[in-house]
């Protein structure tokens, strides 16, 4: 560990927003209605068919979940580059104001 306060690369974090993000619209969008409503179909007198019927609520459920949680997960590392940046102004601003009265 050195003498290093504040390390970070804003512009990384901002591509992991990016990546994140389209990663959370992608699994938003994922429907598994049709297909498994032509599973049920395929097996009606099954025990495999209803429980097909009745999967696809709890399935959706869960993608737009993770889609969710995926959103705020690149919101956070978009705020945590701003904020660094910000940081970044504020400090270099700062030491400007000292060297300037030096």
Do not use: K
């Not at 990384?12 to 990663?23: E, H, K, P, T, Y």
């Not at 459920?61 to 993770?66: D, E, N, P």
């Amino acid at each position: 560990m050195g003498n290093e306060v504040l390390q970070a690369d804003a512009e990384s974090l901002r591509a992991l927003a990016d990546a994140v993000r389209n990663q959370g619209a992608v699994i938003a969008g994922i429907d598994v209605s049709g297909i498994l409503a032509d599973a049920a179909a395929a097996m009606p007198d099954s025990a495999s068919g209803p429980a097909a019927a009745r999967a696809g609520d709890p399935i959706t459920t869960g993608y737009r979940a993770t889609s969710e949680m995926l959103t705020s997960m690149a919101d956070a590392a978009q705020s945590s580059a701003s904020s660094y940046d910000a940081v970044e102004v504020a400090f270099r601003n700062r030491l400007a104001t000292y060297q300037a009265a030096v």
